[in-house]
């Protein structure tokens, strides 16, 4: 029995195994998601943060929550803000699988009241998609200056961006919490 592959073959064989995955990581929105990932871990360092907003819920403590993320790294600080007075923040890799670049923690007298996640923009598809299947479908706010999504959860709320944006400041997720232990909304 002759199993000899015509030398044809073998070219195109070895051609698929070369740009198959280079094809990949450059052509499809999921490879250049998981390429940006692997760069920025390189090239900034970090870790991964995957949050589930379904299960946040102001009741969660400081101490409770952070425990939650064992290797990132915190820095957080008194200070008061329209979300608490207390603010924790990490330079992030990822969040939930999409790209990203920071998450901060705002807390009001050691219960959680927000969470903001910085991400990259050009993920922005991804990130909603996210949203949308952890959370349901959205609400659409268009009073204001930028057109927002908003989604229920258990403990509060999560706005993000309706429309792609153009900074990464403006490519952020916001979850607020709703009125909790101490009745301050």
Known sequence: ?????????????LLTLV???????????DGQRRADIVLI???EGGEDFNLSFAKLHPTA??????????????HCDERDTQFGDRLCAAD?????AAPAKQVSVFFRQGSTRAVRL???PAHHRFVIDHLRR???????LSSGEVPLYRWHASGGMVVAPRDEPETLQDASIMWLA????????
Request: hydrophobic share 45%; charged share 20%.
């Open 178 to 185: 709703g009125p909790g232990r101490s009745g301050q909304g």
């Open 19 to 29: 740009l198959g995955p280079a094809f990949w990581l450059v052509l499809t929105e």
């Open 118 to 120: 910085i991400y990259r």
């Open 134 to 140: 952890e959370l349901g479908a959205p609400e659409i």
């Open 61 to 74: 403590s400081e101490t409770d929550l952070l425990a939650n993320f064992p290797d990132v790294e915190f």
């Open 92 to 96: 992030i890799v990822s969040f939930n």
């Open 1 to 13: 029995m002759n199993l000899k592959l015509h030398p044809l073959y073998k070219k195109l064989l």
């Open 41 to 43: 871990k390189l090239l």
